[in-house]
C-alpha cells in the first residue's frame, strides 16, 4: 500500500516567506518525509492544493505524485525494497527516476537470495556480494547504471585480474554479466557494456594424484594437526565431498546399507543434491573418530596440507578441492559411467564433469584404441 500527500510548512520558511515543499511518503506502513527541489510560500500552497480550480502547484504535485508511484511499482516488480536512501535520490530529481549503480546489484541480489536454499547455495549468493563490493571500490553506487561503458568493464577485468586466479575471475565476470543482463533485459539500462567483451574461458587443470603419490600421503607422520589434516584429505579423495560439505557432516547423514557407507545430501555451494558412497579408506577414517570428522578451518587445512606437500615431495599441489577430483578420476577410471560421476560430485550438469576431467576422458581414449588394435 502507497500513500503520498504534500507539506509546506510554515515552521520551515526563510527570509523570502517560502518553504521547501515536502512529500510524504508511506509504503506498507514506513513513512519517509523527503524535501523536493521547489519551494512556495505555505499559505498559498495550502488554497492551491484544497482549491477546485487548476494550477500550477496541483500540476506540479500530481506529477510528482505519478512519478513517484511508477518508480515504487518499478521497484517492487524488480524485488527492490523503496528505501528512505533510493526515494530521496528520486526527491531530488522530483520524483523521476534515476536507476543507480545500487538499485541494479539489489535487484540481482534480490532474487539470488530468494534462491538460497532451493536452487543455489548460501556461497553462491555470497559471491554476488563480492562482486557488488569490488565493483564499487571502482564506481559510485549512486551513479547511474546506464552510464556503465566497455571500457569500464574492461578497466573491472583488468582491476581484478592482478589481484585473483583466472578461474575466480572468469566466475565474477560470468555473475557480473548476468547483472547487467537483468538490467538491459528489464529496460533499465539502453545497453548492455558486455556486448563485444570476450573473455578466454580457463582450462580445466589436469590435477589428480598417482598410486605413488597417494600412498605418500598416507604414510605421512607429524603433529596431530598434519594428521588430522592428513585423515581429512584422505576421507575426501574416498567420499569426493567439499570441505564446505565435510565441516557440516554429521554421523546421522552417514547411511549404512550392506556394508555400504554412504552420504545423500545437498551441497553448501550449489544446493545441489548429491549421493555420495564413501570407499573403504573413507570409512576406517570415520571410525577413527567415531563417525565425527574433526574441525578445521580451511585456511589451516591448507597450510597443513601445504606443509604434507612439501614433506612428501608429491608431483601435485595439494589443497581442500583435490580430494574431490582425486575421488571423480578414480570413479571414472574404474569404468563408473559420467552421469553417475556426476551425481556423486552433486554436480548440476554432466557438462561439468565433462569439462573438469576431459584430460581423464582422453587417456582412456587413447589406452582403449591402442589396446584394442594392439597399436
Not at 604434507?308 to 578441492?321: A, C, R
Request: glycine share 8%; proline share 2%; charged share 25%.
Amino acid at each position: 500500500m502507497v500513500n503520498i500527500q504534500f507539506y509546506c510548512r510554515k515552521c520551515k520558511t526563510g527570509k523570502n516567506g517560502t518553504a521547501p515543499v515536502e512529500v510524504s511518503i508511506n509504503v506498507d506502513g514506513n513513512r519517509s518525509i523527503l524535501p523536493l527541489p521547489r519551494k512556495e510560500e505555505p499559505l498559498e500552497f495550502s488554497k492551491a492544493l484544497s482549491s477546485r480550480k487548476d494550477s500550477d502547484i496541483k500540476r506540479y504535485c500530481e506529477a510528482v505524485k505519478r512519478n513517484f508511484q511508477l518508480a515504487i511499482t518499478d521497484m517492487t516488480n524488480a524485488g527492490i525494497y523503496p528505501s528512505k536512501k533510493i526515494l530521496a535520490e528520486y526527491a531530488r530529481g522530483n520524483g523521476v527516476r534515476k536507476f543507480t549503480l545500487e538499485d541494479l546489484f539489489s535487484q540481482t541480489l534480490s532474487l539470488q537470495k530468494m534462491k538460497v536454499g532451493k536452487t543455489t547455495g548460501e556461497r553462491q549468493y555470497i559471491k554476488f556480494e563480492q562482486v557488488r563490493d569490488l565493483f564499487f571500490d571502482l564506481f559510485d553506487r549512486d551513479m547511474s547504471a546506464g552510464q556503465i561503458s566497455p571500457k569500464d568493464i574492461d578497466l573491472f577485468y583488468l582491476t581484478i585480474s592482478k589481484k585473483y586466479a583466472n578461474g575466480t575471475v572468469h566466475g565474477m565476470m560470468v555473475k557480473l554479466k548476468k547483472i547487467f543482463k537483468v538490467g538491459f533485459e528489464n529496460g533499465q539500462i539502453k545497453s548492455n557494456p558486455f556486448v563485444g567483451f570476450e573473455m578466454e574461458k580457463e582450462k580445466p587443470r589436469e590435477e589428480w594424484l598417482t598410486d605413488a603419490d597417494m600412498e605418500k600421503v598416507r604414510n605421512v607422520r607429524g603433529s596431530e594437526a598434519i594428521e588430522r589434516a592428513r585423515d581429512l584429505f584422505l576421507f575426501q579423495c574416498s567420499s569426493g565431498i567439499s570441505y564446505a560439505d565435510m565441516e557440516g557432516l554429521k554421523e546421522g547423514d552417514i547411511h549404512c546399507e550392506n556394508g555400504v557407507y554412504s552420504v545423500c545430501k545437498t551441497r553448501c555451494k550449489t544446493g545441489i543434491r548429491y549421493t555420495s558412497v564413501i570407499l573403504a579408506e573413507g570409512v576406517e577414517i570415520l571410525k577413527k573418530y567415531n563417525f565425527n570428522l574433526p574441525h578445521v578451518s580451511v585456511a589451516k587445512y591448507n597450510l597443513n596440507l601445504l606443509k604434507i606437500e612439501n614433506m612428501t615431495g608429491v608431483s601435485t599441489h595439494l589443497h581442500s578441492h583435490l580430494g574431490r577430483k582425486v575421488y571423480g578420476c578414480n570413479l571414472l577410471r574404474s569404468g563408473c559411467s559420467m552421469k553417475t560421476v556426476s551425481r556423486a560430485l552433486g554436480h548440476s550438469t554432466t557438462q561439468v564433469t565433462e569439462s573438469t576431467y576431459a584430460f581423464l576422458r582422453d587417456a582412456d581414449v587413447v589406452k582403449e584404441i591402442a589396446g584394442k588394435l594392439a597399436v
